[in-house]
Structures are given as C-alpha cells and as structure tokens.
C-alpha cells in the first residue's frame, strides 16, 4: 500500500531517528533506520503478551539505551522520565503500565487522526505509518500501531514514544482521561510543553522547496487553455458569462441523477453571486460564488463535491479554480491546489501520493511529498477533476480512496457527473450542483458570441428569435456546451437543430468539412449526411467511432499516440478529422503527449455511430451487455436519436419492469424518455405510455430541463388515458414545470390526471400555469413548494372548477390571511372533496374564516401541524358544527391539550357527519379522554374511527375511552399512548373494533384470550413488542379466525417465534396480508415465510422492511415460484444494491409471472 517509500521495517528494527535538513534549508523526515537492532521479547508482541497464561511475568530484557540523544520527536520537550533503575528507564513499569491500559488504547485510539502527528513528530516512520493503514479496521490499525512501534520503542529503552502517543491523544476528548490516569500511573505530565499549537503550524512559512513548487504550479496553470479548443468554435462568448452554482439539496437519501458529465465546456468563466438573500430563504436554490463554493473553515472534514452533467463545464471550472489561486484571487490559504485530471493515464497509473505531485525532479518531489505527510495535508487542495472519468477499479484504490486517511488536514475537491458520485456521497462536507443557464445567461451568451461578428447584433436576435420558437432545443440551451455549439452552427448554416443527436450530427459534419477543406485538395462544399461521406474520409471516421467505442467499454477518455497507432492512425500528424484534440498536461514539468475527443460527448456520439452499423444481431448483443453501465446512458441516447429505435427487441428491453417497482425502474424510464425523445418516434411514444398503464411514477429522481422535455413530448404525444404523474421530490424548478404543464395543455386525454409536484423547487413563478391547467386534473398535489406569493391565482381559478376533486398544500408557508382565500375557493367550488394544509403557520386566527363555509363538498380536510392550539380546535369545532360534509379530519400535533378537546367535543355533540377524528400528538391526557369518553356516549356521536397516538394517555385515558364504545368502531389508534398489562379495557375492546394499532406490553395474556374470541376484528397493528410478547399474541391469533390483516412493527422476532408465525399462517384461512415494518428478525428467518407461500392460497399480500441480504431475496424469490396466488410482494432493502441486483430480480418475477397457470401476476415492489 502506498507505493512512495520501500517497506524495509521489520518487528526487530527499532525507533526511527531525528530528521535531518537538507541543504536547501527544507527540514524533512528521514527515512534512514539505525543501524542497530532492538529485539522484542521472545513471547512476540503485545497481543501474544496479553494472552499468554503468565501475563503478570515480565519480558523486559535489559538492554543498554545508546549513549545519544534519545531520537523520539524533536518537537517535545518532554522531560527524561523519572523513573530509573540502576540508571536506567525501568522498562517494567512501562510494560506493565502498557499492557494494563492496552485494550483500552485498542478501543479509543483514532488512527486516522493519530498517525500524520506521529509521523510529524518523527515517532514513526511513513513506511511504519503505510503498514498501519494497511489495515481495514480502526480497530486493527490501532493494535498495528501498538503492537509495533510504540511496543518496540518501550521494549528498547525508549518511552518518550509511549509518552508521545499520549500527549497526541489528551487533545481527542474520547481519549483525554484515559490519557491522564496513564500519565498519573506513570507519574509525568499529562501536558506536553513542548508542543507547537494548530495555529502556529498554520501559519508558519513554507519551506523552500514548496515555495518552488508553488511557484512551478502557478507558471503552469497560467499557460493551460481555459476557453474552448479553436477547433470547435468561430464565435465564442468574448466576455465570461456567469453559471448558476448551487448548494445541492440534501433532504433525500434516494437521489439518483440521470446526467452525463462533459470533459471540457467552452464557456465556463467565474461565478459571482447574483443577489443577495434574506436568512431563512431555500439555501439549495442560492447562488454561489466560487469562494463560496470553496469555503470549508472550520468543517472537521474539507471534501467538496461538484456535480454537474454534460458540458456543464466541470473541466473548465477545475482549471478556472487553478486559475484564480496562481493569480492570488482565490484560496490563498493554500500553499498549493493541486489539480489532477483523473483521466490523465499519468495520475491514473499513480501508487502513491508522491506520484500525484507530478513533479519529474526526484530530489524536489521527495522534499515536497515529505513536507506535505509531515503536516498531515495542511494547506494543500487537491482537485480531483472528473472522478466519473476515473475507471472503477481505480476508484477504490487507496491512492484515490484514502487520501483522507493519510491527509486528514488537506481539503478534496471532486468534479463529477452524478450518476458516478455514490462512493463519495456518505464523505462530502458539501455537495455542489452546477445548474448551467438561466434563460437570460443563454441570450447574454449570444449576444457576447455574435459580438464581433458581421451583422453580429442582427444575427444574435434571430437566433433567440428562433429559439424561442423552437421549445424542443430551447429546452436543451441551459447546458452552457449547447449554446456554443448552436451558436457555431447557426452562425455557418443559419440552422437550428432539434435534439442533441441532430446537434451533434451538424457539428461532426461542420467539423469533418473544414477539416476535408484545410487537409485535402478534393473540392467538397458540402456534407449531407454522416452516412454518405467521401470514401477515404469515411474509413477514417469509422476508425474513429471504433476508438471512441473501445474507449467507453473500458472508460477510457484519452489516448496516447500507440494506441491511436493501433488503430491504424499516426500520430505524428493527428488531425483525428477535427474531432481529435492534443490532450492538456498538467504535469508540471510537462509529458508526451496524448488525444482525446473534443468532448466526451462527441465521442459518446461517435461510439453509438459505430454501434448503429453494426449487424442486427450484435447490436442487441451490446445493448444487452451494456444497457446498465453507467457509461453507456448517452451512447443508447444518441443511438436512438440515430435509429429510431426501430428494432423491437432492443426496445423490449428498454421498456421497465411491469411487476418490479423499485428506484432502479422509475431510473430506466427516464433514460427510455429520453431515447424516445431523441427517437422523435410519435408511435414509440404510443407503445411506452400504453407499457406504462397511463401512470408515470419518477418521484425521488431528479429531473433536469432535458428530462422534463423528454417527458413533456411523451406527454403530449401519447393518445392514451393519462392517469398518474407523480414527480414528487423530483427537484423541478419553475422552468421546467412550465415545460411540462404546457405539453399536458396541449393532450386533450389528459382531463382526468392526478398530478404529484410536490417538494419541488416551484415558487409563485409557477403558480400562472399551474393555473390555467387546473381543469386537467382530478387530484394536484403541489405541496412543499414555495407558492404562497402567488396562490392566490390558483385559488381564483379554483372558484369554478368542475375537474378538481383532491388538493394537497402541505408545507406550502399558507399563512392565516391566506385562509381567507381558501375559504372563498371552497364556498363557491363544487367538486373538491380532499384537502391537505398541513404543516401551515394557519393557527387559531386563519380557522376563523373556515367558520362561514358551511354548504360545501369538502368532506376530508388535514390540518396536521397548523398551530391551532387550544383556541383552534375550539374554531375547528363550531366549522365541524356548522358543515355537514365533512366525514374525516385530522387535527394531529397541534398542542391541543385537554382543554382543547373539551372545546372540539362540545361541537361535536352537534354533528352527526364526522366519522374519523384524527388527534395523534396534542398531550391529551386522562382528562382530555374523559371529554371523548361523554362525546362517544352521547345519542348523537357518528365518530367511527379514532386516532389517538402518540398520547400520554396512560392506562387510565385507555380505560375510559374504550369502555365507552357501544357501538362497532372502524378504527382505534392507541400507539405510544403508554398502556401497560394493566389495562384490562383493551381486551374487552377487540369485540368492537375492526382495526386496532398499539403497543404491545410485556404482558399480555388476557389480550390473546380475547384475540381467540373476537369476530369483529379485521386488522391488527402491533408495535414494539419483545419476542415472549410477540409469541403471546400469535398464539391467539392461531385461533382467530376474523383477523385478515395482520402487522408487525418494530421489536423483535426470534426465530422461534418466526417459526411458530409461519406456523399459525400456513393452517389460517383468514390472514390475507402479512406486514413485518422494521422488525428486527435475523434474515435467514425471512427465507421461512417463503415457506408459507408454497403451501398457503389465502395470503395475497406480504411487505417487508429489512436489511434484507440479496442472495437470500433470491431465494425467497425462487421460492416465490411454488405458488401461484400471491399478488403483491413489497421488501424495503435497507442495504445497498446494485442495477445488476434488481436486473435479476426483475427476470426472476417475470419467469413467474410467464409461467403456466399464472392467471394474477405477482407484483413487486423494492
């Protein structure tokens, strides 16, 4: 591991000496040993020490210490230790005293802090340092560390090491006491003198030798291209035109983009922030500055993730970074950003940090490479430029992997494409997403570009002129790489693409015609078509598109001049038809040369070009082959844009999983979006919307502006009954939105869609549109959007509405006024019957205005988390009293409390409508329950379903409220409400109620004597009970026979109990659904409810929620193919999984779902 230093120690080498300094002024480690030995004791290290039977007996050998200067630390001034024998340290009493307290260091002891201190203060060695590192665990790391170095050193005489590793350690507060009762035992200080603090080390001058390389690093950076290559582009933006850079929005777990990330970008410059935002606004929507960007003070890890897609201008933004430090405008407090292009073969090929620094002067860059260990990174940034360009396997390397563990003060900067980014995720300090152009930037762009142009200004209107008027490629124009290649184009042959595939089609050909132009004496004015090119130039362009194809198949970007040679080019004259460009070093001292494409993009282009020539039969083969890798999602873009996607087979298995519902699914249909968006196929369009069932659900997957105009298109073009969009958390802003809307305007089959927008980035720029398409829905849920400013217009246009039945506004910062307005709407709206307002500051003030609705159609309305307070639901109550619609509401968490229920049942005694009364969390107590208890018992109560979770309730509150019920509820909810096997009510209950959630207590017997005699109850909901409590239950559910719905949630299941469940369900002829949420049941256990599968018709539905191990999925599933009722399967995997994974799942049910027999397919749902 490592690779930057030979590991030479051995277990009988002793500790390492003092630094030496070089001639240069630069003090640095040494790495040279001592000559002479010091033997460990003859029963090994440590560990053999602890676990040997005579621990107590000593194995010190008596051995002289060398007449110098003890060689630990040059920083510490501790003291020569006190404790001597015969003039000698008494090793003993350090032995002793090390092996006491040695499984505590083992457990406390932080390696990945530790180690560079050690290093610096010359306790070990880097190679010692690379051995413990070597080790997977902390744990191991930490014994690697003891049992090695620090035991030698004490064994040899010298304890200042021992005494070292403690005063690193009093500073890391899990370590502190344990590091003050060793120094009180060994009767030192527990306070190192001696030591240099953070700041002072932060602050002092760099040596000679990184000053040399600073200066190299800065020389070079000036000299490296930051505008696009010549080759490319006539007209380019003379000035920078700012990018939207972003805080990337953190509150889902289950993000997984669908974009694809460029190599270089013409037009990236700078980014100053726009504008100024009031605290308390949405922070992921702010705009930054590359300082901002940058700024990780303070943050105990510095690792920066920038994401962006393609042509989005990662590249350019690195090297603009690299840029600003070299001109003292950026991050002075590095000594050295380091950028390293991880598509560069020379950083690929790197073993050790030493290999990144690119210097080619050995003496220097062994200088530079100590000094950067010795401080532990401090002051120096790497960045990583292009991790998704890095091949996988390098990805884990520990050069790349663990730069963090060996640095642990340098700061990392990542440039990628999301889809790539999941290795990093879990260890960023910040992730930024780089948004490209607003629509304003784009006509700057133009603007700038045509500047120096003839008839420039003319030029530049008619274009966004035409833009315009062209929504398919407008749509496309906020990738900055976009608008300079239209602007080329446009500029050439006035002409204005309509999908990325005639884009880039128009380019290559522009490009190959110059190239045919400067290069060749045959006369060609014009090329028509990619298929129809000059014969000699046609050879090398698919000589061409082979290399690019080759390359994606083994992630491979750039190419040195053997391998072109290979392929039969030479590269001594490389012009690559125009499509080739001489590769950039950011070496500092330089390298041969290598090529690459102009773009990844141009040569994803290339390579799906060679795929789309292939025989029929192959071209199948790849797809199948590739159609998961991450590397190939634009390839199968262009491919279909080439293609059409005419061959049926390749379109099979491009359609998603019918039976298998997971995020890997929703993640295809968008890449099957846009293969039909660049297919520009109306009957593809037909065939993937009637695939689909009319319902497209892509919530949890970000959708750029690309993806919401491949979207949009299949949503205007399809003839069939649009049921279901559901784009929840889909990270849409209100250009996007205004994309979509517009396309379901223009689909007259759309007038009964149920439309899910909810937690988006939608402001009231999209409430005008939203609006006017109001009569397209039946249900809108716009939730969680920053609305407000402007609801109004979709209140008003609500007044007459005949279409909308649900609106759900949760979180939509709704204030009191604003109720004013809901109140109007719902007074002369006739057909809403459900609405959501939950998580509003509406309070007492904003209920008042409901109280006038009284003939409306409303009949559930939530008001869960609104403020009311004990005045509220007083308000609430005389609304209830007044309106005879409303059949279900729910008041949960709003700090009602005992006197607010008492205000809420004096209404409701005079209401004879409400059938559910939703009130988990208010602090309701004994004495609120006393209040339901007289509302229950009274002639006129129509209440039949009751939430009370969440509820301090007590054995007394359950008591009363459920001997009150005379009549059959449809639903009790008493989790959490702190019932005990004291309470004797619940038993009697179970012949009342046909569903019942609680908490099960430790005892209870007198419920399982009810459960076996009950045949009223449908549904039984038990949480968090233990495995004595579980078993109790089951064994009276095994002689029940009403309960068809059975749940458990949370505890534990052992597998007893497990067995004796499948058991009981295997003779039940009742129990149609079996839920186990988050239980916690041993996952060879689950295998066992396949079991009941092979045997039991009855059971139609089972959810699991479990970190469910794949293999034994695939089991279950193989299993699964016993029987042929089942119809629903959902299993939440809380461990990660692969596309592979859920590629196999999905042929595992459909080889059930196709067997013989099957008359209701099994549906599942990951």
Request: hydrophobic letters at 35%.
């Given at each position: 591991?490592?690779?930057?230093?030979?590991?030479?120690?051995?277990?009988?080498?002793?500790?390492?000496?003092?630094?030496?300094?070089?001639?240069?002024?630069?003090?640095?480690?040494?790495?040279?040993?001592?000559?002479?030995?010091?033997?460990?004791?003859?029963?090994?290290?440590?560990?053999?020490?602890?676990?040997?039977?005579?621990?107590?007996?000593?194995?010190?050998?008596?051995?002289?210490?060398?007449?110098?200067?003890?060689?630990?630390?040059?920083?510490?001034?501790?003291?020569?230790?006190?404790?001597?024998?015969?003039?000698?340290?008494?090793?003993?009493?350090?032995?002793?005293?090390?092996?006491?307290?040695?499984?505590?260091?083992?457990?406390?002891?932080?390696?990945?802090?530790?180690?560079?201190?050690?290093?610096?203060?010359?306790?070990?060695?880097?190679?010692?340092?690379?051995?413990?590192?070597?080790?997977?665990?902390?744990?191991?790391?930490?014994?690697?560390?003891?049992?090695?170095?620090?035991?030698?050193?004490?064994?040899?005489?010298?304890?200042?090491?021992?005494?070292?590793?403690?005063?690193?350690?009093?500073?890391?507060?899990?370590?502190?006491?344990?590091?003050?009762?060793?120094?009180?035992?060994?009767?030192?200080?527990?306070?190192?003198?001696?030591?240099?603090?953070?700041?002072?080390?932060?602050?002092?001058?760099?040596?000679?030798?990184?000053?040399?390389?600073?200066?190299?690093?800065?020389?070079?950076?000036?000299?490296?291209?930051?505008?696009?290559?010549?080759?490319?582009?006539?007209?380019?933006?003379?000035?920078?035109?700012?990018?939207?850079?972003?805080?990337?929005?953190?509150?889902?777990?289950?993000?997984?983009?669908?974009?694809?990330?460029?190599?270089?970008?013409?037009?990236?410059?700078?980014?100053?922030?726009?504008?100024?935002?009031?605290?308390?606004?949405?922070?992921?929507?702010?705009?930054?500055?590359?300082?901002?960007?940058?700024?990780?003070?303070?943050?105990?890890?510095?690792?920066?993730?920038?994401?962006?897609?393609?042509?989005?201008?990662?590249?350019?933004?690195?090297?603009?970074?690299?840029?600003?430090?070299?001109?003292?405008?950026?991050?002075?407090?590095?000594?050295?950003?380091?950028?390293?292009?991880?598509?560069?073969?020379?950083?690929?090929?790197?073993?050790?940090?030493?290999?990144?620094?690119?210097?080619?002067?050995?003496?220097?860059?062994?200088?530079?490479?100590?000094?950067?260990?010795?401080?532990?990174?401090?002051?120096?940034?790497?960045?990583?430029?292009?991790?998704?360009?890095?091949?996988?396997?390098?990805?884990?390397?520990?050069?790349?992997?663990?730069?963090?563990?060996?640095?642990?003060?340098?700061?990392?900067?990542?440039?990628?494409?999301?889809?790539?980014?999941?290795?990093?995720?879990?260890?960023?300090?910040?992730?930024?997403?780089?948004?490209?152009?607003?629509?304003?930037?784009?006509?700057?762009?133009?603007?700038?570009?045509?500047?120096?142009?003839?008839?420039?200004?003319?030029?530049?209107?008619?274009?966004?002129?035409?833009?315009?008027?062209?929504?398919?490629?407008?749509?496309?124009?906020?990738?900055?790489?976009?608008?300079?290649?239209?602007?080329?184009?446009?500029?050439?042959?006035?002409?204005?693409?309509?999908?990325?595939?005639?884009?880039?089609?128009?380019?290559?050909?522009?490009?190959?015609?110059?190239?045919?132009?400067?290069?060749?004496?045959?006369?060609?004015?014009?090329?028509?078509?990619?298929?129809?090119?000059?014969?000699?130039?046609?050879?090398?362009?698919?000589?061409?598109?082979?290399?690019?194809?080759?390359?994606?198949?083994?992630?491979?970007?750039?190419?040195?001049?053997?391998?072109?040679?290979?392929?039969?080019?030479?590269?001594?004259?490389?012009?690559?038809?125009?499509?080739?460009?001489?590769?950039?070093?950011?070496?500092?001292?330089?390298?041969?040369?290598?090529?690459?494409?102009?773009?990844?993009?141009?040569?994803?282009?290339?390579?799906?070009?060679?795929?789309?020539?292939?025989?029929?039969?192959?071209?199948?083969?790849?797809?199948?082959?590739?159609?998961?890798?991450?590397?190939f999602q634009m390839i199968w873009r262009f491919y279909s844009g080439m293609t059409g996607l005419g061959k049926k087979d390749i379109l099979d298995h491009m359609l998603p999983s019918k039976w298998v519902k997971s995020d890997y699914r929703r993640r295809r249909t968008i890449e099957l979006l846009h293969c039909v968006y660049e297919a520009q196929n109306v009957e593809l369009c037909h065939v993937v919307g009637d695939h689909l069932e009319g319902s497209i659900d892509l919530r949890f997957c970000r959708l750029d502006q690309i993806s919401c105009s491949a979207l949009g298109y299949l949503l205007q073009q399809y003839r069939g009954a649009l049921k279901l969009v559901n784009l929840k958390w889909c990270k849409i802003d209100d250009d996007s939105c205004e994309i979509l809307l517009s396309s379901l305007l223009r689909n007259s089959y759309s007038s009964k869609l149920k439309l899910i927008l909810a937690d988006n980035k939608l402001t009231e720029k999209s409430c005008s549109i939203i609006a006017s398409s109001l009569a397209s829905f039946t249900k809108l849920d716009i939730g969680w959007n920053e609305l407000s400013k402007s609801i109004d217009r979709i209140f008003t246009s609500l007044h007459h509405n005949t279409a909308l039945t649900e609106l759900l506004l949760g979180k939509s910062s709704l204030r009191s006024s604003d109720m004013q307005l809901v109140a109007q709407m719902l007074t002369s709206n006739d057909t809403i019957s459900v609405l959501d307002i939950r998580q509003n500051e509406i309070g007492a003030e904003g209920c008042q205005y409901l109280v006038e609705c009284k003939d409306i159609s409303l009949t559930k309305l939530t008001m869960w988390n609104c403020g009311l307070g004990v005045v509220g639901a007083g308000t609430i109550g005389e609304v209830l009293s007044n309106n005879k619609s409303i059949e279900h509401i729910d008041l949960g968490e709003n700090s009602i409390g005992d006197s607010g229920v008492e205000r809420l049942v004096e209404h409701l005694k005079c209401n004879n409508t409400i059938k559910h009364l939703g009130l988990c969390d208010n602090n309701i107590t004994s004495s609120g329950a006393d209040h339901l208890r007289k509302l229950f018992t009274s002639n006129h109560c129509s209440v039949n379903s009751i939430e009370l979770s969440d509820n301090p309730l007590k054995d007394e509150g359950l008591d009363l409220i459920l001997q009150s019920i005379s009549v059959t509820m449809e639903h009790v909810?008493?989790?959490?409400?702190?019932?005990?096997?004291?309470?004797?009510?619940?038993?009697?209950?179970?012949?009342?109620?046909?569903?019942?959630?609680?908490?099960?207590?430790?005892?209870?017997?007198?419920?399982?004597?009810?459960?076996?005699?009950?045949?009223?109850?449908?549904?039984?909901?038990?949480?968090?009970?233990?495995?004595?409590?579980?078993?109790?239950?089951?064994?009276?559910?095994?002689?029940?026979?009403?309960?068809?719905?059975?749940?458990?949630?949370?505890?534990?299941?052992?597998?007893?109990?497990?067995?004796?469940?499948?058991?009981?369900?295997?003779?039940?002829?009742?129990?149609?659904?079996?839920?186990?949420?988050?239980?916690?049941?041993?996952?060879?256990?689950?295998?066992?409810?396949?079991?009941?599968?092979?045997?039991?018709?009855?059971?139609?539905?089972?959810?699991?929620?479990?970190?469910?191990?794949?293999?034994?999925?695939?089991?279950?599933?193989?299993?699964?193919?016993?029987?042929?009722?089942?119809?629903?399967?959902?299993?939440?995997?809380?461990?990660?999984?692969?596309?592979?994974?859920?590629?196999?799942?999905?042929?595992?049910?459909?080889?059930?779902?196709?067997?013989?027999?099957?008359?209701?397919?099994?549906?599942?749902?990951?």
């Open positions: 591991m490592g690779g930057y230093s030979s590991k030479e120690a051995s277990c009988s080498q002793p500790p390492p000496t003092r630094a030496s300094t070089n001639s240069s002024g630069g003090n640095h480690l040494s790495t040279q040993r001592t000559a002479e030995s010091t033997q460990i004791p003859r029963d090994g290290s440590i560990v053999d020490v602890l676990t040997s039977v005579d621990v107590g007996k000593s194995c010190k050998q008596d051995i002289e210490p060398p007449p110098t200067k003890s060689p630990i630390g040059s920083h510490s001034s501790t003291q020569p230790v006190q404790v001597k024998r015969d003039g000698h340290v008494d090793v003993d009493k350090y032995q002793q005293i090390f092996k006491t307290y040695y499984a505590k260091l083992c457990d406390a002891l932080p390696t990945e802090n530790v180690l560079p201190q050690l290093v610096s203060r010359e306790v070990i060695t880097i190679d010692e340092m690379d051995d413990v590192l070597a080790e997977k665990t902390r744990l191991r790391q930490a014994r690697a560390l003891l049992n090695g170095p620090i035991w030698r050193a004490i064994s040899g005489g010298y304890p200042e090491a021992f005494i070292t590793l403690l005063h690193v350690l009093r500073d890391t507060r899990s370590c502190k006491g344990l590091c003050e009762d060793i120094c009180a035992n060994l009767n030192i200080s527990a306070k190192d003198e001696g030591d240099v603090s953070c700041e002072e080390s932060f602050c002092s001058q760099s040596t000679v030798s990184m000053s040399t390389y600073r200066e190299n690093l800065k020389c070079k950076y000036e000299l490296l291209p930051l505008s696009s290559p010549e080759e490319l582009l006539e007209c380019r933006s003379s000035e920078y035109v700012n990018l939207f850079l972003t805080k990337f929005d953190e509150r889902s777990k289950r993000n997984k983009e669908q974009l694809v990330s460029g190599q270089w970008d013409s037009i990236l410059k700078e980014h100053s922030c726009l504008s100024s935002h009031a605290e308390g606004t949405r922070l992921d929507s702010e705009p930054l500055t590359l300082a901002d960007v940058l700024d990780v003070k303070g943050e105990k890890k510095k690792v920066v993730l920038i994401e962006g897609g393609p042509g989005m201008g990662k590249s350019t933004l690195a090297i603009k970074i690299c840029k600003c430090w070299a001109k003292g405008e950026l991050l002075q407090e590095y000594d050295a950003v380091i950028l390293l292009p991880l598509r560069d073969p020379e950083i690929q090929e790197a073993k050790s940090i030493k290999d990144l620094l690119l210097i080619l002067d050995e003496e220097l860059n062994e200088e530079v490479y100590k000094e950067i260990i010795k401080s532990g990174g401090e002051r120096i940034c790497f960045l990583l430029e292009g991790f998704d360009e890095l091949p996988d396997e390098l990805r884990k390397a520990p050069v790349f992997a663990k730069l963090t563990e060996k640095l642990p003060k340098c700061t990392l900067v990542y440039t990628s494409r999301p889809e790539s980014c999941d290795q990093l995720r879990h260890c960023v300090t910040r992730r930024i997403e780089i948004r490209g152009f607003k629509e304003e930037q784009v006509d700057e762009y133009i603007n700038n570009a045509f500047d120096k142009v003839e008839d420039g200004k003319e030029k530049a209107v008619k274009l966004i002129s035409q833009l315009k008027t062209n929504p398919l490629i407008r749509n496309i124009m906020y990738i900055p790489i976009n608008v300079a290649i239209v602007c080329h184009l446009f500029l050439l042959n006035s002409l204005v693409p309509n999908t990325l595939t005639q884009l880039y089609t128009l380019l290559c050909l522009n490009l190959i015609l110059r190239h045919i132009t400067k290069h060749n004496s045959s006369k060609v004015d014009y090329l028509d078509s990619l298929d129809d090119l000059p014969m000699e130039i046609a050879g090398q362009f698919d000589q061409l598109c082979l290399i690019a194809y080759r390359g994606r198949q083994d992630n491979k970007i750039v190419f040195s001049s053997l391998e072109l040679k290979g392929y039969g080019i030479d590269a001594s004259d490389v012009s690559g038809l125009g499509l080739l460009m001489i590769a950039p070093s950011t070496s500092v001292y330089g390298r041969e040369k290598s090529y690459n494409f102009l773009h990844l993009t141009v040569q994803e282009f290339c390579a799906a070009f060679h795929i789309s020539k292939l025989p029929a039969k192959e071209q199948c083969e790849c797809f199948k082959k590739y159609q998961l890798t991450d590397s909810g008493i989790h959490g409400t702190g019932m005990t096997s004291s309470c004797s009510s619940v038993s009697t209950a179970l012949h009342k109620i046909k569903s019942i959630k609680f908490t099960l207590p430790d005892n209870c017997d007198h419920i399982n004597n009810s459960l076996a005699n009950t045949t009223v109850l449908e549904e039984l909901v038990l949480y968090d009970g233990s495995d004595v409590a579980y078993h109790t239950m089951i064994s009276g559910i095994s002689r029940n026979s009403s309960i068809n719905r059975l749940w458990f949630s949370g505890g534990h299941l052992d597998h007893p109990t497990v067995s004796y469940l499948v058991q009981v369900i295997n003779l039940s002829k009742s129990i149609t659904e079996l839920h186990l949420d988050g239980v916690d049941v041993a996952p060879s256990d689950y295998l066992l409810l396949s079991d009941v599968l092979s045997v039991n018709s009855v059971v139609k539905k089972i959810s699991i929620s479990c970190k469910y191990e794949q293999l034994l999925l695939f089991k279950f599933l193989k299993k699964l193919n016993c029987t042929l009722e089942v119809l629903s399967l959902s299993v939440t995997l809380e461990a990660e999984y692969d596309n592979q994974f859920i590629r196999e799942v999905e042929m595992l049910v459909a080889e059930h779902n196709q067997s013989d027999g099957v008359t209701t397919p099994l549906h599942v749902e990951l």
